[in-house]
């Protein structure tokens, strides 16, 4: 059974830290996504990271893939209000994404 | 484009009624997704279809869920009769598939409350 393991599930971090948060998965799969969700809304993707060493960023928030150890990192610097959110991996050892559990993270002043 | 296009939004209905959730995917897209969300078992991968044939239905929950997608512009998710834990947010997603990428547009969600 495919696994998409996230941790921290919760997190509260002071505006202006860096934290990151750690996915694992337990198949091979070169493709790894993340998607933000904002309480009540829908899912918005924001990175896909499409081979082992891929690195992506957009303003604060980086993401990283491991595909040896099967981890991906989603690192975020200097955090603001804005980011607070639940931020979900999922892998696709196929054609469908099997979701983690969601990190929920809110950025306090 | 306007996205993709789930009705109802909400939708509260009693234990034994039958509950018909509506998707239009992105003109264009090729695959379409079927996804619960609760917050005791996160993202379920319901069933999903490529050019209007169901793949994978191996998630649906049992054999009161069906799903069907008579064209490549809507798809239905239908459950008869509805029980309580079937309450959750149904979301429709639906991809272009790329070389390597699988990139998932997910529609607003269908919040389903069944009493």
């Known amino acids: 059974e495919l696994k998409v393991e996230q941790n921290p599930l919760f997190l509260s971090m002071q505006e202006g830290k860096n934290y990151t948060i750690y996915c694992n998965y337990s198949t091979t799969s070169d493709r790894l996504y993340w998607y933000r969700q904002d309480p009540g809304k829908s899912l918005e993707s924001l990175f896909v990271l499409l081979s082992n060493g891929a690195v992506k960023q957009e303003g604060r928030l980086m993401a990283s893939l491991d595909t040896k150890a099967r981890l991906s990192t989603l690192h975020i610097t200097a955090a603001v209000h804005d980011l607070s959110a639940t931020y979900f991996c999922?892998?696709?050892?196929?054609?469908?994404?099997?979701f983690g559990k969601g990190t929920s993270l809110l950025v306090t002043p | 484009d306007a996205g993709v296009i789930q009705s109802p939004r909400h939708e509260v209905t009693e234990m034994g009624q039958e509950v018909t959730l509506r998707c239009k995917p992105i003109s264009g897209h090729d695959y379409l997704f079927w996804y619960r969300q609760t917050m005791m078992r996160g993202l379920e991968l319901l069933i999903y279809f490529n050019n209007n044939v169901p793949i994978d239905d191996s998630g649906m929950p049992e054999d009161r869920f069906s799903a069907k997608m008579p064209n490549a512009s809507f798809s239905t998710l239908k459950i008869q009769p509805s029980e309580p834990r079937d309450s959750a947010v149904y979301f429709c997603?639906?991809?272009?598939?790329?070389?390597?990428?699988?990139?998932?547009?997910f529609g607003a969600g269908s919040r389903l409350t069944v009493l």
């Open positions: 997603a639906s991809s272009l598939r790329t070389s390597g990428a699988n990139v998932l547009t």
């Open positions: 999922a892998v696709a050892p196929v054609i469908a994404l099997n």
